[in-house]
């Protein structure tokens, strides 16, 4: 074993800070620490070490964000944001309930376990000023919950933050009420939401039975059609369990091919064990980007490919992966993003090398596309692409076994509370193999008398 790193981490059981290091094992890379309790603990956090270590180029300096909160005990446990953290917000989640209509053996947010979070208007109406006052522009909201349709106020959430001057708001959702009430989803549109955030776990009645309880492959349908007929952005959102859905990742991107320009995007989540999962992970189970980024290579056949993939480098270059292709004429995926393009801040640069690559791929009279000297030819494949592009994306959210403090201190996703702090995504999250969490419990028990 040889060790790479050093970080801080949580034990799974206490949920006491301890030290880490990061070793190479074989091919792969883990996170070993030890809690002077509960032992030794060696989890598995990413599948190769050439492609670890390769993450590395794409490392740009993180902008430092507005501090609320002072330094005491350390990080994790200062949150909200301290002024040890490294990266301003990009994403703010909005919780607007802890209610759901459904009881999900899987659920992060353990949604209906804990009191009843359901803030007012005013508590909300606090929450997005404090995302203006300490946030930079645009201001990126997804409303989250539980499940926020729950609430019939949400059309006016959703206006509120738009006249507030938020500029994009996406609905995190299940989309069981939207399936079945097209008039809310026209007026959840008109208040000036941008987009769903959808989850969508397979194409088959099984997958929906065994993560959910409940066959809710009709439903999903029909959210994708009313979605359809108002005209409103989608990103589905399978989140894969190896056991569950991670044969059918490929056709999942082949699905939302065909439901282009509705569906924008897929966007992978690896399947986190916090919340209410049930089970404590085997490194054989893990599934890390690597995992995801081989299982599009193979089940798309080549159309995408693992070299098509690099990190937003927004967030920790460990945590997400994104490719940007576009539909060519036969419905094919023409990726636009190669990891050997690197991070550039060079427009011009990188839409040279996209010109280059699609005299080669792109299906139509070449000497139209490709000649400087035809000056609407560029400008028309541009109006094409607007609408004939999907975006295919995985995020890694870390859980007690699998945390470091180097990433949390350089996450763009926050969650908003109503104590005022903006926590990032995955402290918030946490939980211990009994339930306990550094922060969701405590934060959004805030308004209820229950805590």
Not at 98 to 127: K, Q, T, V, Y
Not at 143 to 151: A, K, M
Not at 323 to 348: C, M
Request: hydrophobic share 35%.
């Amino acid at each position: 074993m040889e060790k790479i790193g050093e970080t801080r981490s949580l034990c799974p059981f206490c949920l006491k800070v301890v030290d880490a290091e990061k070793i190479v094992d074989g091919d792969d890379v883990y996170l070993l620490k030890k809690c002077m309790e509960h032992g030794e603990f060696k989890v598995l956090i990413w599948r190769g070490y050439k492609s670890y270590m390769e993450r590395f180029k794409f490392n740009i300096r993180k902008r430092k964000p507005k501090s609320i909160t002072r330094l005491d005990k350390g990080c994790p446990l200062d949150c909200g944001l301290c002024p040890h953290h490294k990266q301003k917000t990009c994403v703010t989640v909005l919780e607007v309930t802890s209610r759901c209509n459904l009881r999900c053996p899987i659920c992060f947010a353990s949604a209906g376990d804990f009191g009843s979070f359901h803030p007012d208007l005013e508590d909300i109406w606090r929450m997005y000023r404090l995302i203006i006052e300490n946030t930079d522009k645009p201001y990126v909201v997804q409303i989250s919950g539980g499940e926020p349709t729950v609430r019939k106020d949400l059309p006016e959430i959703v206006s509120m933050g738009k006249e507030m001057g938020i500029d994009y708001i996406e609905l995190n959702t299940n989309g069981i009420l939207l399936a079945k009430d097209l008039d809310f989803l026209k007026s959840l549109k008109e208040s000036g939401l941008d987009a769903l955030y959808f989850s969508f776990d397979g194409l088959t009645s099984d997958v929906y039975v065994r993560r959910c309880g409940i066959d809710l492959l009709d439903l999903k349908m029909r959210v994708l059609e009313n979605c359809r007929k108002i005209d409103l952005s989608v990103i589905l959102v399978p989140v894969i369990d190896r056991d569950i859905n991670y044969h059918q990742i490929g056709d999942i991107i082949s699905f939302a091919k065909k439901w282009v320009p509705t569906v924008v995007g897929v966007h992978f989540q690896p399947v986190a064990y916090f919340g209410r999962i049930g089970k404590s992970p085997e490194n054989r189970d893990r599934i890390t980007i690597p995992d995801i980024l081989e299982a599009i290579e193979k089940q798309t056949r080549g159309e995408l490919k693992e070299e098509n993939f690099t990190p937003t480098s927004c967030t920790n270059i460990h945590c997400d992966a994104r490719s940007f292709s576009i539909l060519d004429a036969n419905n094919r995926l023409l990726p636009l993003t190669h990891k050997d393009l690197g991070v550039s801040g060079n427009i011009v640069d990188i839409a040279e090398v996209i010109r280059k690559c699609i005299c080669d791929l792109w299906r139509m009279p070449i000497g139209n596309l490709c000649s400087n000297s035809t000056p609407g030819s560029w400008e028309e494949f541009i109006e094409l692409a607007k609408t004939r592009y999907l975006t295919v994306s995985a995020m890694a959210f870390q859980d007690v076994w699998t945390v470091e403090t180097d990433r949390l201190e350089e996450c763009c996703i926050h969650v908003v509370t109503p104590t005022g702090k903006l926590i990032p995504f995955c402290a918030f999250n946490v939980s211990s193999i009994n339930g306990q969490t550094l922060y969701r419990h405590k934060e959004l028990n805030y308004l209820n008398d229950e805590y």
